[in-house]
């Protein structure tokens, strides 16, 4: 499939070629680019395994789209898993994404990405290549690729690594080019995480949840903290009647009709009521009540998901409800309260 969009090709000195590529090793000498080349501004490169769990997977959807609603460029290099989960979200997210990719742009890799990378053109992004339009790619080419992704970026956030992993050749490309590294933890028992815990023993810096990512980003980018959820101009959905049945158990009001509220006024009869964020998250509310298997909490992901993809969003109110220890996986494959 051929890439339909603007055509533009970039050498030193042009006046959208990005100077931030002048500090990488061996800056290319010509870029190829298919969509808006004004797209190519510093931004938060966000890259993991190819072969990504679900947490992977979330993460990078979850920190991609936070990342794209303040309007920062995601880059990445149009992989399998987490590359691709990025560039989505920026996309669902209403900003632009940059990929970088390994071969020519009329040589697309993975070509079952094509459609991705013309969504990436259509939304005001840009494919971009150091290789010209025709070239196959070869295995040599996406080492030379990932050099770039780090140097336009201000920043790698590394959402899920195992070891060994091509994520290293990202991040060694970043520390090379003066670039910050970000890394979000995985569990020590987890093959896919083995690579991203081991950066962080090395020094990276640990995004630990929304406040430590905020934070980086207000440091690079001086991105103020959004306190506001859902997005201005989301419906009301089931996320909201949760969080006004919370506030009304937590002040001894009754009623609530949603399925969610009822079950968070279950849960405060006989277990303890999840606190903070939990509160008002439905998958955690839900749980709180009850041990429920997959096919009832996907009910309860598309009542509460808006227009995301309900599947990801599931995982990633898991992994944070396992995160933050108010939810667990029984051995009969039920998710539940803890304790």
């Not at 789209?65 to 460029?73: C, F, I, M, Q, S």
Request: glycine content about 14%; overall charge neutral.
């Amino acid at each position: 499939m051929r890439l339909t969009g603007p055509r533009t090709e970039l050498a030193p000195g042009d006046g959208l070629y990005p100077s931030a590529l002048a500090d990488v090793p061996d800056p290319p000498k010509r870029l190829y680019v298919v969509g808006d080349p004004g797209a190519l501004r510093a931004g938060l490169a966000v890259v993991g395994a190819r072969k990504a769990t679900p947490y992977g997977i979330g993460c990078a959807r979850r920190f991609a789209g936070a990342a794209a609603k303040r309007g920062v460029t995601v880059i990445s290099g149009g992989a399998r898993g987490c590359d691709a989960a990025a560039h989505r979200a920026a996309l669902e997210a209403g900003a632009p994404t940059v990929a970088f990719l390994g071969g020519g742009c009329d040589e697309p890799y993975p070509a079952a990405h094509a459609g991705l990378f013309q969504r990436i053109v259509d939304g005001g992004g840009s494919v971009v290549s150091e290789q010209p339009w025709a070239q196959k790619p070869r295995p040599y080419m996406f080492r030379l690729r990932n050099r770039l992704i780090a140097g336009l970026a201000r920043a790698v956030l590394i959402v899920e690594a195992g070891l060994p992993s091509g994520t290293f050749s990202t991040a060694d490309e970043a520390l090379a080019a003066g670039r910050d590294v970000l890394v979000v933890p995985g569990s020590i028992a987890s093959a896919s995480s083995r690579g991203a815990n081991r950066l962080l023993y090395q020094g990276a810096v640990p995004v630990v949840d929304d406040e430590t990512f905020e934070d980086a980003l207000f440091s690079l980018f001086g991105c103020l903290r959004q306190e506001q959820w859902p997005p201005e101009g989301r419906e009301s959905s089931a996320l909201d009647a949760a969080c006004a049945s919370a506030e009304r158990d937590g002040a001894g009001g009754a009623d609530g009709a949603s399925g969610i509220g009822r079950a968070r006024r279950r849960g405060a009869s006989g277990r303890s009521k999840p606190r903070g964020a939990a509160a008002c998250d439905p998958v955690a509310a839900a749980l709180a009540a009850e041990p429920l298997g997959m096919e009832d909490l996907y009910a309860v992901a598309r009542d509460a998901c808006g227009t995301v993809e309900p599947r990801a969003w599931l995982m990633e109110r898991l992994a944070e409800a396992e995160r933050a220890g108010v939810a667990a996986r029984y051995p009969d494959g039920r998710w539940g309260p803890v304790g």
